[in-house]
């Protein structure tokens, strides 16, 4: 088994990495080669015994994505994308790797010539939604992003399902919610923030807050993101039928329920350690974001996230504190 | 008052610039300009003593979305576009049309440098939506397209919505239903049939029925789509909200009620033309068509179509055959 990941050198890409070194498998089949791709170079993971391609890329140069899928691995997780802000700041850069780039790996896949067919799994976003919504989204609700970075997500969505009906790969869209609690450094996500006011704190920092209290958004860890990722490459293609791209099941809590849960599990002084600095822009492009999504068809798949938010901190400091925090 | 039409030797196309000429006006302004740009040469509309710029271009080729936009056309009607089986028959003509070609078009509106915001008509397809569907869509469906036309159709409308939110363009795109009855010679649309079990009888013709009589799908007239077009140009940006692509107003009936309708209006000897001739790629495509759609909010914004299939076959023979068929 040879696994493609693009974006490898990203939070989730590294997790995921890990989490198939550790498991040394796929589908019950082990895994012999990894390539790990990305616009910065991606390390060695490791403790891995198979073979490593190390592939520092965009996607959308000219033959990138033809080289990165030239030895033709079986699963492609493409994780590549510039995030919310960055997109909605720079348009260009947005859409050159957010539809460009993906556009440029299904292409290539198609013009490989040798009947390969990759299972692709493809990170969508719950940015694919706009707002105004019911209370809960339903699967059949309809994309109209209010992002450039959702519109290009929300385009791939539409490729990928082409390229699977015409059966030039075997695709599964999966739309992500906000991961939470994502470890180490800001980045330039406009939902950074639903991380940082837990992890800062539990860091001894302080946090800003540039939403109201009552701001309700739904979350998933990153452990369980990773697991929706390996569940969905191990899915078989007759699951799914035509429509391939299916909302994942998250946490939805308010703003103010994430500050009480952290409360509860690492006491009051951590939670102290959160700074109201409201901010128009994050304000602006979280409230088109969706405040909870049914997730029916992809519950029903066998897809999981947590079952509170309490849960989501805990795993944080399991999986990315060593089990402990600055009270 | 200039306007712009790709598309502009299509056969909405030509309805349109007729009408315009016809009226002299647009939105209460007189038409100083119109440009009918096409990848086929586009003829001088007669009867128009306004300035004509005619445009044999590839939306999508270098340059040529800057060129057709270079005297800053106020409205912007984008017909053109590759039908939908040809689309399918070749997967590289359908995307480089239906999706770069659009893309090209916005990305020169964008790049214009000058404050250039165009009122954008975009037309997109009830081809953007996939089956399985409830018994009549609602308006905040998911577009599921089942065919590649669908897709960039899809897509299409994405990108509109963005630029429009961004401010490059003030968009609306329409989700027009099966054009019924199409005049003239078949296309590649795999729609045609509906078409051609019509005129081709009241011309005196044999037809080819290549689907089920139960086959249900939703029709309106050339004359209507026109209307809708028209009707689009003059809505008030306000009036639209962030959800500018709007499914419209058609008329929901079987094959079967079609020939019906023909034989009320024409006689038995006329819909006695139409032979059976099954077509596995056509009954392929079609079954993955809505038959019916809410269309509430087009109808609230004051789109209108037909009210039966009978009113459809009379405006064919008004419109298109000077008033007489082949009994």
């Known amino acids: 088994m040879h696994i493609l990941i693009t974006g490898a050198a990203g939070m989730i890409g590294r997790k995921l990495t890990e989490r198939l070194v550790r498991e040394g498998a796929l589908n019950g089949r082990p895994i012999a080669a990894l390539s790990l791709l990305d616009v910065v170079a991606p390390s060695k993971p490791p403790g891995f015994a198979g073979?490593?391609?190390?592939?520092t890329a965009d996607l959308a140069a000219e033959g990138e994505a033809a080289r990165a899928i030239a030895a033709r691995p079986e699963v492609i997780f493409h994780l590549a994308g510039v995030v919310s802000a960055e997109a909605e700041l720079d348009f260009d850069k947005g859409y050159h790797t957010n539809l460009d780039g993906t556009r440029a790996l299904f292409g290539a896949i198609r013009h490989s010539g040798d009947g390969y067919r990759p299972k692709l799994v493809y990170t969508s976003s719950m940015a694919a939604y706009g707002a105004p919504f019911p209370p809960s989204i339903p699967d059949d609700f309809h994309l109209t992003p209010l992002t450039s970075y959702g519109t290009a997500k929300a385009m791939g969505e539409l490729l990928l399902a082409d390229y699977t009906r015409r059966g030039f790969c075997d695709g599964i869209g999966l739309r992500l919610p906000a991961i939470c609690v994502r470890p180490g450094k800001p980045n330039l996500?406009?939902?950074?923030f639903f991380s940082s006011i837990i992890r800062e704190p539990l860091a001894g920092a302080e946090a800003l807050l540039p939403v109201a209290e009552t701001v309700r958004h739904t979350h998933a860890s990153p452990r369980a993101a990773v697991g929706m990722l390996i569940h969905a490459a191990g899915l078989p293609r007759e699951t799914l039928g035509p429509r391939i791209n299916l909302a994942m099941p998250s946490v939805s809590c308010t703003v103010g329920e994430q500050i009480e849960a952290l409360r509860?599990?690492?006491?009051?002084?951590?939670?102290?350690?959160?700074?109201?600095?409201p901010d128009a822009l994050i304000e602006r492009i979280v409230a088109g974001w969706p405040e909870r999504a049914d997730a029916g068809r992809a519950r029903a798949l066998g897809f999981r996230a947590e079952d509170s938010f309490d849960e989501i901190i805990r795993i944080h400091i399991e999986d990315d504190l060593g089990g402990s925090f600055v009270a």
Do not use: F, H, T
Not at 189 to 192: C, D, I, L, N
């Open 189 to 192: 996500a406009a939902s950074g």
């Open 264 to 277: 509860r599990i690492a006491g009051e002084p951590v939670a102290a350690r959160i700074r109201r600095a």
């Open 51 to 55: 073979e490593v391609r190390l592939l």
